[in-house]
Nanobody, 123 residues
Framework: QVQLVESGGGLVQAGGSLTLSCAAS????????MGWFRQAPGKEREFVAV???????DYADSLKGRFTISRDNAKNTVYLQMISLKPEDTAVYYC?????????????????WGQGTQVTVSS
């Protein structure tokens, strides 16, 4: 049974930083791309970043330069480092497993999701 558990969310002031973690179990982690998505109140879930199994990364255009995705295959963990946070980054952040080793921005390509971790950025 694949399980994804996010942690690291919280309340931070604008301009601050947070690093989210997603611990995965029940899968051969290194074989899969792993992604982060977020959903703000009243909005649709949106793509944040993806790390392919080979290590390539991709980001939502609006987040490039502020968010960094990384992975530690030995720890079965994917991270999302967020800097210069803005109030509009407030959302529940979800970790997701891609069905394959390469994934794009489309949510339907991801088959397992964590429960989410809340990030709140105050102005």
């Amino acid at each position: 049974q694949v399980q994804l558990v996010e942690s690291g969310g919280g309340l931070v002031q604008a301009g601050g930083s947070l690093t989210l973690s997603c611990a995965a179990s029940g899968l051969t982690f290194s074989n899969y791309a792993m992604g982060w998505f977020r959903q703000a109140p009243g909005k649709e879930r949106e793509f944040v970043a993806v790390s392919w199994s080979a290590g390539n990364t991709d980001y939502a255009d609006s987040l490039k330069g502020r968010f960094t995705i990384s992975r530690d295959n030995a720890k079965n963990t994917v991270y999302l480092q967020m800097i210069s946070l803005k109030p509009e980054d407030t959302a529940v952040y979800y970790c997701a497993r891609c069905r394959w080793s390469i994934c794009s921005t489309r949510a339907y390509e991801y088959d397992y999701w964590g429960q989410g971790t809340q990030v709140t950025v105050s102005s």
